[in-house]
């Protein structure tokens, strides 16, 4: 069975950083595009970063793209997110998100908390 676990979420101060994980199993994690997606309180979710399967591609929304950076280790199965300057717009829970077998999995998530 496929799982995702999200961890390195947290309080941080606006203009702080914080690196999220995924680490993956049950599926060949190397062969499949991952996705970021974040939910703020009261809001739809919120597509927020892609990779492709190799890592070499790499896509972003416009309200984080040039503070976040998504990276993979396809030997370690796990699913990365580097987040900079962040805005207290960005508090939210983060899930990672692939399709596998034709069922879109997602992770419970992990909080972040941006505020002074």
């Known amino acids: ?28 994690f190397g062969n499949y595009d991952m996705n970021w997606v974040r939910q703020a309180p009261g809001k739809g979710p919120e597509w927020i970063s892609a990779i492709k399967s190799g890592g070499s591609n790499t896509y972003y929304a416009h309200s984080v793209k040039g503070r976040f950076t998504i990276s993979r280790d396809n030997d370690k ?29 997602k992770g419970q998530g992990t909080q972040v908390t941006v505020s002074s």
Request: glycine content about 12%; hydrophobic content about 35%; aromatic content about 8%.
């Open 1 to 28: 069975e496929v799982q995702l676990v999200e961890s390195g979420g947290g309080l941080v101060q606006p203009g702080g950083s914080l690196r999220l994980s995924c680490a993956a199993s049950g599926f060949t």
């Open 77 to 105: 199965n796990t699913l990365y997110l580097q987040m900079d300057n962040l805005k207290p717009e960005d508090t939210a829970v983060y899930h990672c998100v692939t399709d596998y077998d034709g069922i879109t999995w």
